[in-house]
């Protein structure tokens, strides 16, 4: 899983080059499924559940799972790539938002706070803790910043499966919820939004959005429990 990590962190981050205005979003799917075909790992997102791409591409208020379409890029927009891959037989999973060319202060300050409700989280991820102590430093720090966390989407258990358990909610409760485990591997996904938390599904079938229109934003990690520590396995080079 960490071989086929590194590969993830590498094809997404190639595919991030490629943002910018007037590209549109199903540019970005076909270049990340030409990447993952040509490492040598197989498609995890593209007919599961019926979805129909390898790469789901989220653009402002959308926040997760939206399917690539002739949508354009825009000056100011912020587009979060969400990509995962299946190698020698495991599911690795990662997303990351982006801006498009210049954006204001108040969007940037957004990415910023929910890459850092991410880290933070992660350092929860510890033998002996639960999911709801990830969940609670992510919700303390998103909502003293001002923002809402997602109720109805989650992180969540990875290895054989894309979505196994245990559910990693980015809200909770100190000490409640699944003790995690040496060997366990998780998702850790902070989506959060600028106004209300609740989300719309959208036309795609696959899509959700924001209800009230506000911006959302979305970084994601597989992470390994470990003796040492949390152990990124879709680790940025």
Known sequence: MQEGGKILA?????????????????????????????????????????????????????IVHVVPSSRVLKEGDIVTLDLGLIWEGFYLDMARTFPVGTVSPEVSRLIRITKKALRIGIKKAKIGNTVGDIGNTIQRLVEDQ?????RELCGHGIGKGLHEDPKIPNYGKRKNGEELEEGMVICIEPMITVGDWKLSQMEDGHGYKTKDGSLSCHFEDTI??????????????
Request: net charge neutral; with cysteine.
């Open 10 to 62: 590498r094809i997404l981050k190639e595919v991030s080059l490629k943002i910018q205005p007037g590209v549109t979003t199903k540019e970005l799917n076909r270049a990340a499924e030409a990447l993952i075909l040509q490492s040598g790992a197989l498609l995890a997102f593209k007919g599961y559940e019926n979805f129909p791409a390898a790469m789901c591409v989220s653009v402002n208020d959308e």
């Open 224 to 237: 390994a429990i470990t003796s040492k520590g949390p152990l990124v396995l879709t680790q940025d080079s």
């Open 146 to 150: 001002g923002y809402q966390v997602v």
